[in-house]
């Protein structure tokens, strides 16, 4: 299983960015994803999380309405749609991948459940 993110750079506050998280070695629709990021000096913190089928969604209190998770299954790609960005939104971003088998309308938010991780692309937000 490999995980790729993909899309981080630098933006002004109040711009967007997409991240991108290409999968192989997997069937996507088995799988709930989660994106997650970690602030120097800080503990990596759910962003949001999408379940195998998409019809599930959550967000963080504090992206909420600014974020939004999204995935294809036929491309094997989860992606996070990053809008109104703030500078404290400035952090390496991490999509990871957990197994869910048929049970494709569970949503895990849980850093520890999660057992495949992309290796982080960094967002840095500008004030």
């Known amino acids: 299983v490999q995980l790729q993110a993909s899309g981080g750079g630098l933006v002004q506050a109040g711009g967007s960015l997409r991240l991108s998280c290409a999968a192989s070695?997997?069937?996507?629709?088995?799988?709930?994803f989660g994106w997650f990021r970690q602030a120097p000096g800080k503990e990596r913190e759910t962003v949001s999380c999408i379940s195998g089928g998409g019809g599930e969604t959550y967000y963080a209190d504090s992206v909420q309405g600014r974020f939004t998770i999204s995935r294809d299954n036929a491309m094997n790609a989860v992606y996070l749609q990053m809008d109104s960005l703030k500078p404290e939104d400035t952090a390496v971003y991490y999509c990871a991948a957990l197994f869910t088998g048929s049970g494709d309308t569970i949503v895990v938010i849980t850093t520890t459940h999660y057992n495949y991780w992309g290796q982080g692309t960094l967002v840095t937000v500008s004030s």
């Open positions: 070695g997997i069937t996507l629709r088995y799988y709930a």
